[in-house]
């Protein structure tokens, strides 16, 4: 019997939030019909507003809090609610940790069929504010005024700022100076529905090493250069051009207009070359507790061989060398890789090797052709792995895995056809990269116990 939704839109009612969904909704229940309310925390009762009405649930926002929660916090960020960035800053820090190892509970058991699994507590910061060494902002035109921000969520609707707390200040401040140079210059902001105007985004990037890189984004030429570059304390300014009728942020065209080409940044004690295009975390705090869970679940022995799929720059791999025999590092972006063979000569480093290619072809071409890795670790994008990266990793007989995730719903998806190859989960632990965004990376471990498993060994070549 089908159920039939009682409820209409712009109704109102009274909840009691019950739970907390992996994307930070509040989640209540009447009349068996399930409300996700936005902005409402577990233990509270609220007066909302349907705005949305489905066979089996009602989207609605919130009137009045009828009963705060005790853990509700006072939000640090003027924007909150209307930027689309940080769904859980009303909710006390503690309590955000709570919410994300359940997050990937939830996940690992709802979406991966795991069983009797521990996920331990996630691990938080100190300080949880300031933490993003980089900041990808659009500009518009508001109010008569080219303004930077963030867009609402699930629209392209601008919500200027002046500034994130959860922005390293540095960053924001670069931010500001581009709108200050386009509003004295009259720059035209580009617009997304009729293609028109100039300027389209900055991207600002900061190292623990104390150097900023910033790269203004325009559709065409960039006008007013020279005042631009007078106006940018920064170590290195890049224009990037980007002509398409496109949300995506770079186009091909990267000019370098003054200092360095590349920036350092450096995470336990390995220097990294750093290019507009590269791929690190964003908070160099938890990246090195990251990394080193990573490479201590990984346990690597120094006459293993270490196949690090998505490497992006290295900086996993690289990590990995240290301890081990040889490794092989497959990413996709040709300029990653470039990054990660000159991060491989500049720090020493002559047992790692990098191959450019899709991870999907690439690792079951070198597992064909007879590579049969220790152990592989697996950083891959949100999206999670290609069906290819997994059945290789199965084929090449690896008795252990390291999966890095930033999203548990596609590595719980991963895992569970993982378990289809005979790998069960023996580790999982959640590292908070994101304070008070309900984004999580998590760093799961995986073991094989094989039978009649022939090692066949893979010499790579040495980093050049």
Known sequence: MSLINPFR??????????????????????????????????GETVNVHVI????????AKIVDILEPSPNRAEPKCEAFEKCGGCALMHLSYPEQLKAKTQFVRDCLERLGGVRNVTVSDTIGMDDPWRYRNKGSFPFGFIDGTVAFGFYAERSHRL?????????????????RSVAEWANRNHIRVYDETTGKGVLRACVVRVTSTGERMAVVVTKGDLPSKDSLIRMLDVESLYHNRNDKQTNVIFGDSFTLLKGKSQLIEEQNGIRFAVSPQSFLQVNPVMTRILYDTALRLLNPKQNETIADVYCGIGTISLAIARHAGNVIGIECVPQAIEDARKNARQNGVKNAEFICGLAEDVLPSLVKNGMRPDAIVIDPPRKGCEEPVLSAIAESGVNRIVYVSCNPATLARDVK??????????????????????????????YHQKKDFIYVSYEPKNAE
């Open 159 to 175: 919500i200027p700022l002046f500034d994130c707390p959860i922005e390293d200040a540095r960053v924001t401040a670069i931010a």
């Open 9 to 42: 839109k712009n109704q109102e009612l009274v909840l009691s939030i019950t739970g907390l969904t992996s994307e930070g909704q509040g989640v209540g229940r009447s009349d068996g019909v399930a409300f996700f309310v936005s902005f409402a925390l577990p």
């Open 52 to 59: 949305k009405v489905e066979k089996r649930y009602c989207i």
């Open 417 to 446: 056809i993982l378990s289809g190859f005979g790998y069960t989960v023996q580790a999982v632990q959640p590292v908070d990269m994101f304070p008070h965004t309900q984004h999580v990376e998590t760093v799961c471990c995986l």
